[in-house]
């Protein structure tokens, strides 16, 4: 049980090259989330999905794409990459569900992946 | 974007000494989770409320959701040098899918 996993750990981008960041679960969980954090400003929503077949915008959404074609599966695509995008960014994914007679959910975070954009 | 406000910013403490920091927000929240960030890794999740008034410990650590349902709190007992990072609390309210996470809290450890 790997839990969530990003790929890449890191890149470098030039200003307007595209790229794509995946994240995957494997427990089976209905949400999944895109953040980025930069210093000093916390975790920001960029977008984020309930269901294989949707998204939905968060917060901080202008810039980035998403996709999740597979339940297990959440893809963050920049289109054409900006230094304001250089920022570390986490995939997280959440379950929500009966536990011990009452609904009990929690958010689980990938390692990251820092993206520099020059 | 909304944030909520998480205090104190950061703390230096002597190791065997008991920490506390706390959230509070605009908004009357549904569930409470607290992480902990090390440098280079994603948060970890630590303690989750889902009841105002709840109180939840996890071996040091004890979380408390405000009765109020716009606050939060986490206690650090006997802190020790591996305690040291960064701690957020983040916060979903009801009808919607989405957390919203405070700024966090910097934890230095002096041994």
């Known amino acids: 049980n790997a839990g969530v996993t990003q790929t890449p750990k890191f890149r470098v981008l030039k200003t307007g090259q595209s790229m794509t960041l995946l994240c995957a679960q494997d427990?089976?969980?209905?949400?999944m989330y895109w953040y980025r954090q930069d210093p000093g400003m916390g975790l920001r929503l960029i977008h984020y999905?309930?269901?294989?077949?949707?998204?939905a915008k968060g917060e901080v959404p202008d810039g980035y794409n998403v996709s999740r074609l597979k339940k297990q599966n959440f893809l963050l695509g920049l289109e054409s990459a900006a230094p304001s995008q250089t920022s570390v960014y986490f995939c997280?994914?959440?379950?929500?569900?009966?536990?011990?007679?009452?609904?009990?959910?929690?958010?689980?975070f990938g390692p990251g992946t820092r993206l520099l954009v020059l | 974007g909304q944030q909520l406000n998480q205090s104190p910013q950061s703390m230096f403490i002597q190791e065997g000494e008991d920490v506390s920091m706390n959230c509070t927000s605009s908004?009357?929240?549904?569930?409470w989770l607290w992480y902990k960030q090390e440098p280079g890794e994603g948060p970890v999740l630590l303690i989750a409320l889902y009841k105002a008034g709840e109180l939840t410990s996890n071996g040091r650590l004890t979380a408390q959701f405000g009765i109020t349902r716009k606050d939060s709190f986490l206690n650090i007992s006997a802190s020790i040098p591996s305690d040291v990072g960064i701690y957020f609390c983040?916060?979903?309210?009801?009808?919607?899918?989405?957390?919203?996470f405070g700024t966090g809290t910097r934890l230095k450890v002096l041994a």
């Open positions: 999905s309930v269901g294989e077949g949707t998204t």
């Open positions: 427990m089976n969980h209905e949400y």
């Open positions: 997280a994914s959440s379950y929500k569900g009966l536990a011990g007679g009452r609904i009990e959910e929690t958010q689980y």
């Open positions: 983040a916060g979903r309210t009801s009808g919607t899918y989405k957390y919203i």
């Open positions: 908004s009357i929240f549904n569930t």
